[in-house]
């Protein structure tokens, strides 16, 4: 199917492009893109990913997933407000408002650790000066007082930027492991916020569907499409480290709701 043939396709699904990221996996900014024009040579996985959504699916049969609360609809919130929250209460602060976050899921922990264990070891191993850490780890992404984020993964390799509070400024990685109430935020509000930022890479952990979707914005390339059994480089140090998924998913076997 080539992409007149998938334009012509979506237009008599009646999805929307918001519509077809969730059923798809991968960010409506990046099917934006494709169907822009912008995107020059897409990679078959993600065309496939696209067309598998485009061949099947009904417009009647279409879920939407609940979107993720706000904690108000306020957008005039500061660092302080941030703050002033209750210690039970976890949210992000994103230009000013705030966005619960429920507690992850054992998978979704135990994913996170395996991978923040691999990067700190190899940091460790090589030497080198880069910090990785994993979530609850507060990091006021613009260096204002608008927005707070806590990523699922993260590595900073400029040490100014490790305050005691948090960490100020862009990490050099980010991960997001997704999930039904985060799913969204990630794929397309924290996606754009991460790239304006500085974030060097962003990788979005789609246990549901399968797919680990790797963004390297040093080089303005398009998204890598990978499987829950690839083995993916982290190009920020140059590929050398890789994250075999398939080992990482065998460690979860054992965890309650990984399948």
């Given at each position: 199917?080539n992409?007149?043939?998938m334009?012509?396709e979506?237009?008599?699904t009646?999805y929307?492009l918001?519509m077809l990221?969730?059923?798809?996996?991968?960010?409506?900014?990046?099917i934006?893109?494709?169907?822009?024009?912008?995107?020059?040579?897409?990679?078959?996985?993600?065309?496939s990913?696209i067309?598998k959504v485009l061949?099947?699916?009904?417009?009647k049969?279409?879920i939407?997933e609940?979107?993720?609360?706000?904690?108000?609809?306020?957008?005039g919130?500061t660092?302080?407000d941030?703050?002033?929250?209750p210690?039970d209460?976890?949210?992000?602060?994103i230009d000013g408002?705030?966005?619960?976050m429920?507690?992850p899921t054992l998978?979704?922990?135990?994913?996170t650790?395996?991978?923040?264990?691999?990067i700190r070891?190899?940091?460790?191993?090589k030497k080198g000066h880069?910090?990785?850490?994993v979530a609850p780890v507060?990091v006021?992404?613009?260096?204002?007082?608008?927005?707070?984020v806590q990523p699922?993964?993260l590595?900073v390799c400029?040490p100014d930027?490790l305050?005691?509070q948090c960490v100020?400024g862009a990490?050099?990685?980010?991960?997001?492991v997704?999930s039904k109430?985060?799913k969204n935020?990630?794929?397309?509000?924290?996606?754009?916020?991460?790239?304006?930022?500085?974030?060097?890479?962003?990788?979005l952990?789609d246990t549901?569907n399968?797919?680990v979707i790797?963004?390297?914005?040093e080089?303005?390339?398009?998204p890598?499409?990978?499987?829950?059994?690839?083995?993916?480089p982290?190009?920020?140090?140059g590929g050398?480290?890789?994250?075999?998924?398939?080992?990482?998913?065998r460690?979860?076997?054992?965890?309650?709701?990984?399948?």
């Amino acid at each position: 199917m080539n992409l007149i043939q998938m334009k012509q396709e979506l237009e008599a699904t009646g999805y929307t492009l918001p519509m077809l990221s969730e059923l798809s996996g991968i960010p409506a900014d990046t099917i934006e893109q494709l169907f822009s024009g912008e995107i020059a040579e897409p990679s078959y996985d993600l065309l496939s990913a696209i067309e598998k959504v485009l061949k099947s699916a009904k417009c009647k049969d279409y879920i939407k997933e609940p979107s993720v609360e706000y904690a108000s609809e306020k957008a005039g919130y500061t660092i302080k407000d941030y703050y002033a929250l209750p210690d039970d209460q976890r949210a992000e602060l994103i230009d000013g408002a705030f966005y619960v976050m429920e507690a992850p899921t054992l998978p979704h922990q135990d994913v996170t650790l395996e991978i923040g264990m691999s990067i700190r070891n190899f940091v460790k191993k090589k030497k080198g000066h880069c910090k990785a850490f994993v979530a609850p780890v507060d990091v006021q992404l613009d260096c204002d007082d608008k927005t707070m984020v806590q990523p699922d993964i993260l590595t900073v390799c400029d040490p100014d930027k490790l305050i005691k509070q948090c960490v100020f400024g862009a990490p050099d990685f980010v991960a997001e492991v997704l999930s039904k109430s985060t799913k969204n935020k990630d794929m397309n509000l924290k996606l754009m916020k991460y790239k304006r930022a500085g974030v060097r890479e962003y990788w979005l952990i789609d246990t549901e569907n399968g797919k680990v979707i790797t963004y390297f914005f040093e080089t303005d390339e398009m998204p890598r499409i990978y499987g829950m059994q690839d083995v993916v480089p982290v190009l920020i140090f140059g590929g050398e480290l890789e994250i075999d998924f398939g080992e990482v998913s065998r460690s979860l076997g054992d965890v309650p709701g990984w399948r």
